[in-house]
């Protein structure tokens, strides 16, 4: 379906890859619905910036591990008018090893990092479905969708999760004209990671084939491209998005040096 209309709802917009994923749509002529948690300005800022690009921006509280995390969808529909898209960003991490893992930590983990998502793709299913145009779902996974980290088994568990409930979405609503898909990044330069977006071009990753960690815009093009009619074919797949780090296995991980790129 080509008519899926361009309003488009993404939690955790106020930074990150939520905020540039929001910009992003907006240059593309989507108006957006925007989440924040506890960052209220910085979701203002991006709706800001959406405005200024002459679209329509929104912005709803989203507590993803709160039980009715996806009533957050619903009133974000009224104000738009409508929905042809939903992209989840919005989450949270943990490190610690399994041993040393409280089980409040785990459940708080896997609420906001699966059990939010669920319930937003739930409910957005339930709009686009009874619209009967098509749409598009994204979820932001990351690289450890596939991929195991020491010291992140709450994390790992819940990206790996929701990956495995973008392809059973996928499945369900292909006859509805709606595609699921996962965008799931390795090191991106973000607020969370403690970087300044702008150091994704001047920090050196010697043990990543690219060399450097990745900027958000890097992200928001993938997204972009799946939330478009170009990826009208495309559906229960996920984009890795990590500089080909995560073919480095047989290589080491996070070496410090770049002597792997010698035979």
């Known amino acids: 379906m080509t008519n899926i209309p361009r309003l488009a709802i993404v939690t955790g917009a106020d930074s990150g890859i939520g905020r540039a994923t929001a910009e992003l749509l907006a240059v593309e002529g989507w108006d957006i619905g925007l989440t924040c948690h506890t960052d209220v300005e910085g979701a203002q800022g991006t709706a800001r910036a959406i405005e200024a690009r002459g679209q329509r921006a929104f912005v709803e509280p989203y507590d993803a591990s709160s039980d009715d995390a996806g009533q957050v969808v619903d009133r974000l529909v009224e104000q738009l008018g409508g929905l042809g898209a939903l992209v989840n960003v919005a989450g949270t991490g943990h490190s610690s090893r399994v041993l040393d893992t409280d089980l409040d930590t785990w459940r708080r983990v896997l609420a906001t990092d699966l059990d939010g998502p669920f319930l937003t793709c739930r409910a957005a299913a339930r709009h686009l479905v009874d619209a009967g145009q098509g ?129």
């Open 135 to 263: 749409g598009r779902i994204v979820n932001v996974t990351s690289v450890h969708e596939h991929l195991p980290r020491l010291g992140a088994a709450a994390y790992c568990a819940a990206k790996a999760g929701l990956g495995a409930l973008t392809q059973v979405l996928a499945l369900e609503l292909g006859e509805h004209g709606i595609t699921v898909n996962s965008v799931a990044p390795g090191e991106i330069s973000t607020e969370m990671t403690g970087q300044d977006t702008e150091e994704a071009y001047h920090q050196q990753r010697p043990g990543n084939p690219l060399g450097r960690p990745g900027h958000v815009n890097e992200v928001a093009s993938v997204i972009g491209f799946l939330c478009s009619p170009r990826a009208a074919y495309v559906t229960g797949s996920s984009y890795v998005v990590d500089g080909g780090l995560s073919q480095m296995a047989a290589h080491g991980h996070d070496q410090a040096g770049d002597a792997w790129r010698s035979l």
